[in-house]
C-alpha cells in the first residue's frame, strides 16, 4: 500500500509541474528571446522532470508497456531539455516537443492508475 501512496504523490508533483510549465511556455511563446532568469528557471524545471521521470517507474519496469512508456518520458524529457538549451532552437519546437512529453506522461499515468485502483481494491477486499 506504501508504494501507492508514494506513486500518487509522485503523479500529482508530475502533474503540477506540467500546469505550472504549460502556462510558463504559453506566456512565452509569443517572445523571440527569454531573459536570463527565466532560461534558468524553466532549464530547473526540466532538469526536475527528468530525474523524476527516471526514477517514477522503477516498480513497474518488469511490464513491457510500461518500459515502453518508460523510455518514451525518458527520451521525450532529453529532447526537452536538449531543444530548450538549444540557442537556436525555435519556441514552437519546444511547445511540440512539450506536447509529446505530455502525451506519454497521460499514457503512463493512465496505465499507473489503473494498477493503483486494482491494487488498491484487493488491499481492501483483504482488509
Same mark, same amino acid.
Given at each position: ?14 502533474? @503540477? $509541474?506540467?500546469? !505550472?510549465? =504549460?502556462? &510558463? ?7 523571440? #528571446? ?38 518514451? @518520458? $525518458?527520451?521525450? !524529457?532529453? =529532447?526537452? &531539455? ?7 532552437? #525555435? ?37
Amino acid at each position: 500500500m506504501k508504494n501507492v501512496i508514494e506513486y500518487e504523490y509522485q503523479i500529482s508533483l508530475i502533474n @503540477l $509541474i506540467i500546469k !505550472s510549465t =504549460s502556462d &510558463i511556455l504559453m506566456l512565452i511563446k509569443t517572445k523571440k #528571446e527569454v531573459d536570463g532568469s527565466l532560461f534558468n528557471s524553466i532549464t530547473m524545471i526540466f532538469i526536475m522532470l527528468q530525474r523524476i521521470v527516471r526514477l517514477l517507474p522503477e516498480v513497474l519496469t518488469n511490464q513491457a508497456k510500461f518500459e515502453f512508456l518508460r523510455n518514451e @518520458l $525518458i527520451y521525450c !524529457s532529453d =529532447s526537452l &531539455i536538449n531543444n530548450w538549451r538549444d540557442k537556436n532552437s #525555435e519556441i514552437a519546437n519546444l511547445n511540440d516537443k512539450w506536447t509529446e512529453f505530455v502525451f506519454w506522461w497521460r499514457e503512463y499515468e493512465d496505465g499507473i492508475t489503473k494498477i493503483q485502483e486494482s491494487k488498491h481494491a484487493i488491499y481492501l477486499s483483504l482488509n
